[in-house]
């Protein structure tokens, strides 16, 4: 049979209960002379990975008809792409394939348009810019060069140190200024970002669906891009 606490033992639970807070909020620190800033450190970089975006669009009566057009016209520079594709040097992946319809004044669907996309992008700028350049059948709808992921990780040690340092830095000038001998770390955040960007719009148009001649490169220039570490919390100030 199971027994029931007794009134005692339920008293002393509940008492244990209201002490252990009690006692947490006494081994705390004093939420006080708390100072909360942030610092930002970043290093310049030359983007090192090339991304070129192809897209093929096509427009007719029948949905089923365009969308056989886009496929084939899709699985031929697929083909042609994945003969020069090496890791890391140059990928290929298929984008956005659409099928949509349009519509006549009357409301009524008077054709159908659709488009599909391929996307080349590597390290190996002359070997990404000739493979789209031999590319028939699809226009080049967007350049653009970024950050890759090594090339952020290999410099993120060193910008989060230089964000750190100038934490540390401000946190011991601050504390001077404030009349104080030192500091104490309360909390801390740190957070490493980069502004490599990526592909964007080409200026130019071609008027037809017609390629540029065969092995044509695609004209690029990498230029600079940034990678950032931001540190940001509080500080108890010491005497």
């Not at 040097?89 to 996309?117: C, H, M």
Request: aromatic fraction near 4%; avoid cysteine; charged fraction near 20%.
């Amino acid at each position: 049979m199971r027994r029931r606490p007794s009134p005692s033992a339920a008293l002393a639970v509940a008492a244990l209960a209201l002490a252990l807070p009690a006692a947490h909020a006494a081994d705390a620190p004093p939420r006080e002379n708390l100072v909360s800033f942030t610092t930002t450190a970043s290093i310049e970089v030359t983007k090192d990975l090339l991304g070129i975006t192809l897209q093929a669009v096509r427009d007719g009566n029948d949905a089923a008809a365009v969308q056989a057009q886009l496929k084939k016209l899709l699985d031929a520079a697929l083909t042609e792409a994945k003969k020069a594709a090496q890791p890391g040097a140059l990928d290929v992946r298929t984008g956005n394939f659409s099928l949509y319809p349009r519509y006549g004044k009357d409301g009524r669907i008077s054709g159908w348009q659709g488009q599909a996309e391929l996307m080349l992008e590597g390290k190996d700028s002359e070997r990404v810019a000739q493979t789209a350049g031999r590319l028939t059948g699809m226009n080049i709808s967007s350049v653009g060069y970024s950050i890759s992921r090594e090339l952020a990780e290999k410099h993120e040690s060193e910008v989060t140190g230089q964000a750190i340092q100038k934490y540390r830095a401000k946190a011991t000038e601050l504390a001077r200024q404030f009349g104080y001998a030192g500091y104490a770390l309360r909390e801390v955040n740190v957070q490493t970002a980069d502004s490599g960007g990526g592909p964007r719009p080409v200026l130019y148009r071609a008027k037809n669906e017609m390629s540029m001649a065969s092995d044509a490169p695609v004209p690029v220039e990498p230029g600079k891009g940034t990678i950032s570490a931001t540190v940001s919390g509080s500080v108890q100030l010491t005497r």
